[in-house]
């Protein structure tokens, strides 16, 4: 195949996706071995295994940074966690958390890869059915079309996050020419909503397997899109059906699981709350089915879970802003950060010195997502502090907990089949009920309806009030206190400020953190006063670092520009 503008064509490494070309010589048309051949896909097996080679995509596929976790471009760069670990390993990320990338840092491409890698494998499904065998019928085609056209969205909607406007290319491209030269000049906004809402309008309110998505969690997506566009009247009626009629793929109505910790754990996979995840499994013969994302992002000592490799430490800011008032609600405006509002913590100290943890009012999500001293780390043990820290000057005292497997889980949820035990079968939320909540009362906020965005908000917030953490004997981990918001809302810019910081504290650590500052406009006040005060505790890694406004979306990796020009491919401002 010859080069196609966008790197497509290198991108095609899967043998099910790869369909025969025609030459004009005949006698020369020899079929390759090894290559499945497009008439073989076109049986409704081929277009199903071609669609889950799409659906397979989304959890990067053994690329890190491609993942929808967005563990890096989404809460690294939005001040939840640092790179964490020693600044020699994985040293790409580190320009990337202190906003110096470029265009040709290593690591700007692995999301465009990899998103252009789920827009090759859906469109391959949508050309393949346009000559479908035999035994496809209507309902095979529309059912089979309006999942690839979903999963299309979400790669181009991941591009749009990161990039802003890339080279559009649907499954009229003839990818074995090698002649298309496609500008991004054209806005993404409206390709991607017409693909949402085609899934919207196509796709069935169940499936028969739990993991593909069905019309409520397109509904929840395309609501989400037009949330990001601020048409938020939009987004309002999409997200008040979801929520008053929704149901998961397997029929279970919308809901939120009774205690958040549960909502980590593998045996309450595919629960009332999940609008779509993907579907993660271990013990499969291939650890890319495990979450390959987070095999770096445990505790590093080999009494840990995962062994290795003390990637992905939340930060100072992000712990500091669990902290509760007397009436259990959270500081706004940053006041978690100050005097005796700061968590105490045992930066600096050794796992044998004398260290006791924080007394004072807590939200206990951050304990179910945060592993800190003196805290039950799951049911391993109490987080020991630094000998569980691979480099406390570079990464401070804390340890990651999402998505980490416990004890129990071990060799169900977990896999050893690789050199770290560091692969889960958890699965991996995209959208999940309480984010569909609150950005519902994001909505409503924008439209007037203040009190309805309250009740979403303490609705969040009463389970959070159920989920305390709590040690062997019975007692509680910490001090925790949890209140609603019980006088009514009348300003709107008090509302907006507790529905953003209540995202940061429920959906923490889960990718969303720096696409949601930069939505709200806040993004450049926001970063430059997180990245000055984690500089005060990690110096070297931190110190100097600011935010400008170029950041709000990656440069557009120039290995791609060099394929066509850069009067083609058009970089984004300031890089």
Same mark, same amino acid.
């Given at each position: 195949?010859?080069?196609?503008?966008?790197?497509?064509?290198?991108?095609?490494?899967?043998?099910?996706?790869?369909?025969?070309?025609?030459?004009?010589?005949?006698?020369?048309?020899?079929?390759?071995?090894?290559?499945?051949?497009?008439?073989?896909?076109?049986?409704?097996?081929?277009?199903?295994?071609?669609?889950?080679?799409?659906?397979?995509?989304?959890?990067?596929?053994?690329?890190?940074?491609?993942?929808?976790?967005?563990?890096?471009?989404?809460?690294?760069?939005?001040?939840?966690?640092?790179?964490?670990?020693?600044?020699?390993?994985?040293?790409?990320?580190?320009?990337?958390?202190?906003?110096?990338?470029?265009?040709?840092?290593?690591?700007?491409?692995?999301?465009?890869?990899?998103?252009?890698?789920?827009?090759?494998?859906?469109?391959?499904?949508?050309?393949?059915?346009?000559?479908?065998?035999?035994?496809?019928?209507?309902?095979?085609?529309?059912?089979?079309?309006?999942?690839?056209?979903?999963?299309?969205?979400?790669?181009?909607?991941?591009?749009?996050?990161?990039?802003?406007?890339?080279?559009?290319?649907?499954?009229?491209?003839?990818?074995?020419?090698?002649?298309?030269?496609?500008?991004?000049?054209?806005?993404?906004?409206?390709?991607?909503?017409?693909?949402?809402?085609?899934?919207?309008?196509?796709?069935?309110?169940?499936?028969?397997?739990?993991?593909?998505?069905?019309?409520?969690?397109?509904?929840?997506?395309?609501?989400?899109?037009?949330?990001?566009?601020?048409?938020?009247?939009?987004?309002?009626?999409?997200?008040?059906?979801?929520?008053?009629?929704?149901?998961?793929?397997?029929?279970?109505?919308?809901?939120?699981?009774?205690?958040?910790?549960?909502?980590?754990?593998?045996?309450?996979?595919?629960?009332?709350?999940?609008?779509?995840?993907?579907?993660?499994?271990?013990?499969?013969?291939?650890?890319?089915?495990?979450?390959?994302?987070?095999?770096?992002?445990?505790?590093?000592?080999?009494?840990?879970?995962?062994?290795?490799?003390?990637?992905?430490?939340?930060?100072?800011?992000?712990?500091?802003?669990?902290?509760?008032?007397?009436? =259990?609600? /959270?500081? +706004? $405006?940053? !006041?978690?950060?100050? &005097?005796?509002?700061?968590?105490? %913590?045992?930066?600096?100290? *050794?796992?044998?010195?004398?260290?006791?943890?924080?007394?004072?009012?807590?939200?206990?999500?951050?304990?179910?997502?945060?592993?800190?001293? =003196?805290? /039950?780390? +799951? $049911?391993? !043990?109490?987080?020991? &502090?630094?000998?569980?820290?691979? %480099?406390?000057?570079?990464? *401070?005292?804390?340890?990651?907990?999402?998505?980490?497997?416990?004890?129990?889980?071990?060799?169900?949820?977990?896999?050893?089949?690789?050199?770290?035990?560091?692969?889960?079968?958890?699965?991996?939320?995209?959208?999940?009920?309480?984010?569909?909540?609150?950005?519902?009362?994001?909505?409503?906020?924008?439209?007037?309806?203040?009190?309805?965005?309250?009740?979403?908000?303490?609705?969040?917030?009463?389970?959070?009030?159920?989920?305390?953490?709590?040690?062997?004997?019975?007692?509680?981990?910490?001090?925790?206190?949890?209140?609603?918001?019980?006088?009514?809302?009348?300003?709107?810019?008090?509302?907006?400020?507790?529905?953003?910081?209540?995202?940061?504290?429920?959906?923490?650590?889960?990718?969303?953190?720096?696409?949601?500052?930069?939505?709200?406009?806040?993004?450049?006040?926001?970063?430059?006063?997180?990245?000055?005060?984690?500089?005060?505790?990690?110096?070297?890694?931190?110190?100097?670092?600011?935010?400008?406004?170029?950041?709000?979306?990656?440069?557009?990796?120039?290995?791609?520009?060099?394929?066509?020009?850069?009067?083609?491919?058009?970089?984004?401002?300031?890089?």
């Amino acid at each position: 195949m010859n080069n196609f503008k966008l790197k497509i064509g290198a991108l095609l490494s899967s043998a099910a996706m790869m369909v025969a070309v025609s030459c004009s010589d005949d006698f020369l048309n020899v079929a390759p071995t090894g290559v499945l051949a497009e008439n073989q896909l076109s049986t409704v097996a081929g277009l199903e295994a071609s669609l889950i080679a799409a659906y397979s995509q989304v959890n990067g596929r053994a690329n890190r940074l491609a993942s929808a976790s967005n563990w890096v471009w989404g809460s690294i760069r939005g001040g939840e966690a640092n790179k964490g670990t020693d600044p020699g390993d994985f040293a790409t990320i580190n320009p990337i958390q202190r906003f110096e990338t470029n265009s040709a840092s290593g690591d700007i491409g692995a999301k465009w890869n990899g998103a252009y890698e789920g827009i090759a494998r859906a469109n391959s499904v949508l050309r393949l059915i346009q000559n479908p065998a035999d035994d496809v019928t209507e309902a095979d085609i529309t059912r089979i079309s309006a999942q690839a056209r979903f999963l299309r969205g979400h790669y181009y909607f991941e591009l749009k996050r990161d990039y802003n406007n890339t080279p559009y290319v649907d499954e009229t491209v003839d990818y074995g020419s090698g002649l298309e030269e496609i500008s991004n000049n054209q806005d993404l906004w409206p390709f991607i909503e017409a693909d949402f809402q085609y899934a919207v309008d196509n796709l069935p309110p169940t499936q028969p397997q739990v993991g593909r998505v069905n019309q409520w969690a397109a509904k929840a997506y395309l609501a989400k899109v037009y949330l990001y566009q601020g048409k938020y009247a939009e987004a309002k009626t999409l997200f008040d059906d979801v929520i008053a009629n929704g149901v998961t793929s397997n029929g279970v109505k919308f809901g939120l699981v009774d205690q958040y910790q549960n909502l980590w754990r593998g045996a309450f996979d595919n629960n009332q709350e999940t609008v779509w995840a993907y579907q993660s499994a271990a013990g499969t013969g291939s650890v890319n089915n495990a979450n390959p994302e987070f095999d770096l992002n445990f505790p590093y000592n080999s009494a840990a879970p995962g062994v290795c490799c003390g990637f992905y430490q939340p930060s100072f800011s992000f712990v500091n802003s669990f902290r509760t008032d007397a009436n =259990g609600l /959270p500081l +706004l $405006d940053r !006041q978690y950060n100050e &005097g005796a509002n700061q968590v105490k %913590n045992d930066m600096g100290l *050794g796992s044998g010195d004398d260290f006791t943890p924080d007394t004072g009012n807590l939200d206990p999500r951050l304990d179910h997502t945060v592993g800190r001293r =003196g805290i /039950p780390y +799951l $049911d391993w !043990q109490d987080h020991p &502090g630094s000998s569980w820290i691979r %480099n406390q000057p570079n990464g *401070g005292p804390y340890s990651n907990k999402k998505y980490v497997y416990s004890r129990d889980e071990v060799g169900s949820f977990q896999d050893n089949s690789s050199w770290t035990p560091g692969y889960t079968g958890l699965n991996v939320y995209i959208i999940r009920f309480s984010d569909v909540l609150l950005m519902s009362a994001e909505a409503d906020i924008e439209t007037g309806n203040l009190e309805s965005a309250r009740q979403k908000v303490n609705r969040v917030r009463e389970r959070a009030q159920n989920s305390n953490l709590e040690r062997e004997d019975g007692t509680l981990a910490a001090n925790y206190v949890v209140g609603l918001y019980e006088t009514p809302w009348t300003d709107p810019t008090v509302a907006r400020k507790a529905v953003r910081l209540e995202r940061m504290l429920e959906l923490g650590m889960e990718g969303h953190r720096f696409y949601d500052l930069v939505r709200w406009g806040i993004v450049n006040e926001e970063m430059n006063a997180y990245l000055q005060y984690e500089a005060q505790f990690l110096s070297s890694t931190f110190g100097g670092a600011t935010f400008t406004d170029p950041y709000i979306y990656n440069p557009i990796p120039l290995d791609q520009i060099d394929l066509v020009g850069s009067d083609i491919l058009i970089q984004n401002p300031g890089f």
